[in-house]
Structure formats: C-alpha cells, structure tokens
C-alpha cells in the first residue's frame, strides 16, 4: 500500500475525523527527526491532506520543514512515515482506531 492510498483511506472521513485521527497517531508516535532517509517520511500536501491535519501533527511536536530550493516558498513540511501507517489502520479498521486513541489516553 503506497503514501498515496495510505491518505486516501483517510480523506474519505468527515474533516474533523481526520483531523482527530492524525493527531491522536501523531501523539502515538514519538517524534523524531525526518531528515535524510526519504522512505521514513511523508509530504502531506502531496498525500492530499489538509492544512488542518498538517497544523494538527505540528502542535503534537512533529514535522519539520525541509527546503527543495533557494526560494523562501520551497520549504515542505515532512513527518515520520509511522504517523500515516497508523492513522491509515485506524482509518480502515475500528479495532484499530480504539486501540490508537486508547495508546495516546483519547476517548
């Protein structure tokens, strides 16, 4: 299953579920630096999520903003490829999603 049907499985919820999910696997997730290996991170805008779940992950303490370029506008914000595996079970079974909001104390 690639990046892309990973966040796919996610935006077909409600916003705000999305929101909620990535930000309860971004608190189940430790943070860590994302520079370097590109197969253990992810660019959400190219998965197709919203500033609204970037913003989410980022108040968990997570991203971190590498530049492709010299301009100002070339910084993409990349996040540890674990958050979008385990909001992507989450999305898919329900069983998962108990058991990610029950490891980051959500109801």
Known sequence: MTNQDKAEAIAKLPS????????????????????GNTNTRFYAHECGLSRRVVAAMRSEGHGEKIYSGKGSNSGRWYFPI??????ATAARSSHARIKLYASCGQK
């Open 16 to 35: 705000d579920q999305q929101v909620d999910l990535m930000q309860a696997a971004a608190r189940a997730t430790e943070p860590r630096p994302v520079r």
């Open 82 to 87: 674990e958050i979008l595996e385990r909001a």
